[in-house]
């Protein structure tokens, strides 16, 4: 058996940290919908620091739906681990762990003394119930959890919990960043710093006096009033108007909403990776060879910066620059942006005037304008390019009969990076057919590797990517948490918590 010590670990986690490529802090920007001459003026401080609920839907982390209340989840729910910018994991109700010589069964300890909000103690029965209702058919994290086998907790230790998996996993504790909850109510009682009050019609979160971390971590508000909406449109017009303080948006999602008023943002990074994808099986894109060249095309930078307007990090790799498994040598070693090598390879391999179909969602105008920008430097070197921009539907469907040459897709990647579903032989978004000897083994055996090993396997992997180029990554988009002009500072938040380390913020 190998066993971790949580306390341990944290030195070796914050030294590999400051070795990580890329910032992991989050970005800051302003914005205003107004007259740009106007002086941003600050919220008065009379006005509370307000969050917005949909008091109709769920506030179940594993079951809600609705992204204002799952906005809320951290500061009512805690995880066994959070996820940080550095796509490292980092021990929150987890003290400390073992895993079997195969990789196959992790036991995890819980930290002592820890209540839920209604006095029920935490236990690895209360842990495995959780979880055992977020990976079941209407939990949300059913794909994520899909290579769990059983969820179990021991009745001779009553503060452990075992998860036993189908394959290996050296990076489990990143998919763990899901909020404990008690039960399957609406409502369910957490152990975060805050509890949901209602008093008549009114809902606030207020701060938890027994909570377990209130002796290291002071909160910078004690009570959080919730301001009601019932559909998009409200909650606009509430954070416009001032009586919603902060709000967590996708700025470049398909039919985002247009926020207006003096506001700052927060970029924070996130696994979702925008990439060019090849047919491998059929056309122009079969050999390995045309597939680098036309790799030439794409300016990752222009489309991060411009047409996503800098909420996206530029990557030649299909890992997040912030993450340990990124490497700046196989980086470099990808095909990068180059419009006059283009051309003058297409030449030599005789493909000038050849005709492709290149696809991409219409639904989503900021992929509509990547796709274009890629059509346009393919033409310009002498490809004749046929712009398929299709609903949804009518874009996957197209995808499902293989019916394209390139496509722009986008997924959303867990935090340890598998790619076994996007370029496995038989993975559900390998669109384009991509299969290479070796190409499963070296999947399976960066997922399975231990934190040591994987560098190693990484690098065994990107080597193949950079000879194969089975899909050109461009950009991995950022979250954008925005807030009233002035009244927050020392965010930095994370995937899947925007008020992570809330303790450093100041609101005012």
């Not at 948006?249 to 990074?269: C, E, F, H, K």
């Not at 030449?347 to 050849?354: I, K, S």
């Not at 499963?440 to 560098?455: K, M």
């Amino acid at each position: 058996m190998k066993r971790y010590h949580i306390a341990a670990l944290l030195l070796a986690l914050s030294l590999s940290l400051t070795a990580c490529a890329g910032g992991t802090g989050p970005a800051q920007s302003a914005a205003s919908s107004g007259d740009p001459g106007l002086e941003e003026v600050p919220l008065s401080a009379a006005v509370p620091f307000t969050l917005a609920v949909y008091p109709e839907f769920s506030l179940h982390p594993a079951l809600a739906a609705n992204r204002a209340n799952l906005t809320l989840s951290p500061l009512l729910y805690e995880p066994l681990f959070s996820v940080d910018s550095g796509f490292q994991a980092q021990p929150v109700l987890c003290r400390s762990y073992t895993v079997s010589e195969d990789g196959l069964v992790w036991t995890f300890t819980l930290q002592p003394g820890i209540t839920f909000s209604d006095g029920t103690p935490l236990t690895g029965q209360t842990v495995a119930d959780a979880l055992d209702l977020a990976r079941s058919p209407q939990g949300r994290f059913r794909a994520r959890l899909a290579d769990v086998t059983s969820v179990t907790a021991s009745p001779e230790a009553p503060d452990q919990i075992a998860i036993a998996l189908r394959r290996p996993n050296g990076s489990l504790p990143l998919l763990l960043d899901i909020p404990i909850a008690l039960g399957d109510g609406l409502r369910p009682p957490g152990t975060g710093p805050y509890t949901l009050w209602s008093e008549g019609e009114e809902l606030s979160l207020t701060a938890r006096s027994g909570w377990w971390q209130s002796g290291e971590k002071t909160l910078p508000v004690r009570s959080i009033p919730l301001h009601k909406v019932s559909k998009s449109d409200e909650l606009i017009y509430a954070f416009d108007a001032g009586e919603v303080s902060l709000v967590d948006v996708d700025l470049m999602a398909t039919n985002a909403m247009g926020y207006g008023g003096n506001y700052q943002t927060w970029d924070y990074p996130t696994s979702g990776l925008l990439y060019l994808g090849f047919n491998t099986q059929e056309g122009i894109c079969r050999t390995s060879q045309v597939r680098r060249t036309l790799a030439l095309a794409v300016d990752r930078d222009a489309i991060a910066s411009g047409i996503y307007a800098g909420h996206a990090v530029p990557s030649p790799l299909p890992v997040h620059p912030n993450s340990p498994l990124y490497s700046q040598s196989a980086a470099q070693s990808a095909p990068a942006y180059a419009p006059e090598a283009l051309a003058v390879q297409l030449e030599e391999q005789r493909l000038q005037g050849r005709e492709l179909v290149l696809l991409v969602n219409s639904e989503n105008a900021s992929k509509a304008a990547a796709a274009q920008q890629i059509a346009y430097q393919l033409e310009a070197a002498g490809l004749t390019v046929e712009l398929r921009q299709l609903p949804f539907e009518d874009y996957a469907a197209a995808l499902a009969r293989r019916e394209f040459d390139l496509y722009l897709g986008e997924t959303v990647l867990t935090a340890d990076f598998d790619l076994a579903p996007l370029l496995g032989s038989s993975g559900a978004l390998n669109y384009g057919g991509w299969w290479a000897e070796g190409a499963d083994w070296l999947l399976w055996s960066l997922q399975a590797a231990s934190p040591e090993d994987e560098p190693a396997a990484a690098a065994a992997l990107f080597a193949l990517l950079e000879e194969q180029v089975p899909i050109v990554p461009i950009a991995f988009k950022n979250g954008s948490v925005l807030s009233q002009w002035g009244r927050l500072s020392g965010l930095s938040p994370v995937r899947g918590d925007v008020f992570y380390q809330i303790e450093s913020w100041s609101v005012s």
